[in-house]
T-cell receptor
Framework: GAVVSQHPSRVICKSGTSVKIECRSL??????MFWYRQFPKQSLMLMAT?????????EQGVEKDKFLINHASLTLSTLTVTSAHPEDSSFYIC?????????????FGSGTQLSVL | QKEVEQNSGPLSVPEGAIASLNCTYS??????FFWYRQYSGKSPELIMF????GDKEDGRFTAQLNKASQYVSLLIRDSQPSDSATYLC??????????FGKGTMLLVSP
């Protein structure tokens, strides 16, 4: 199947710093990428939808000025957590869409565990 | 609001048994359904998807869909300890991306 590469896999940072997470589609062009956040024992929660060349669409309750998303090419999307705080500590996962005739498949990156001290 | 409900578990089955995972969804406009497996601390991986009523088989996995009852299930035959993971059900309505359930933890004991 399609491969989505995400890094770093783990980040530990001090409160107030910014962290950038990269998501790349390695063998296909991803016109749309999605960013999810998952807290322990919770489901994946969609944060934003990123379309190549346009502004990201954020879900209700997600601060667009805090979670900056850039999707400058068909193979790369980045999520920057600005001025991170301990409550931002979570597992962040990107996914990219590959569309078949009648179904949508999502392939996920390996995830980034963010710990803010 | 679109919701996908799953029993959090854990569902415990002995090795070699059939594991049955269930999921219900609230949006009647949902058209396709997905089962993902997620190991602890790892990203989800797609196991199967289904969009027609009835059964769909792939190896040891069978997905079942009943749109009238808004019910999706995943059967795992000959369960192995390596199947121990959290299984996420997701529904797609065509308007946006997938809506995920919270997942069911499956424990397969040797």
């Amino acid at each position: 199947g399609a491969v989505v590469s995400q890094h770093p896999s783990r980040v530990i940072c001090k409160s107030g710093t910014s962290v950038k997470i990269e998501c790349r589609s390695l063998d296909f062009q991803a016109t749309t990428m999605f960013w999810y956040r998952q807290f322990p024992k919770q489901s994946l929660m969609l944060m934003a939808t990123s379309n190549e060349g346009s502004k990201a669409t954020y879900e209700q309750g997600v601060e667009k000025d805090k979670f900056l998303i850039n999707h400058a090419s068909l193979t790369l999307s980045t999520l920057t957590v600005t001025s991170a705080h301990p409550e931002d500590s979570s597992f962040y996962i990107c996914s990219a869409r590959t569309r078949e005739t009648v179904n949508e498949k999502l392939f996920f990156g390996s995830g980034t565990q963010l710990s803010v001290l | 609001q679109k919701e996908v409900e799953q029993n959090s578990g854990p569902l415990s089955v002995p090795e070699g048994a059939i594991a049955s995972l269930n999921c219900t969804y609230s949006d009647r406009g949902s058209q396709s359904f997905f089962w993902y497996r997620q190991y602890s601390g790892k990203s989800p991986e797609l196991i199967m998807f289904i969009y027609s009523n009835g059964d769909k088989e792939d190896g040891r996995f069978t997905a079942q869909l009943n749109k009238a009852s808004q019910y999706v299930s995943l059967l795992i035959r000959d369960s192995q300890p390596s199947d121990s993971a959290t299984y996420l059900c997701a529904a797609h309505s065509g308007y946006s991306t997938l809506t995920f359930g919270k997942g069911t933890m499956l424990l397969v004991s040797p």
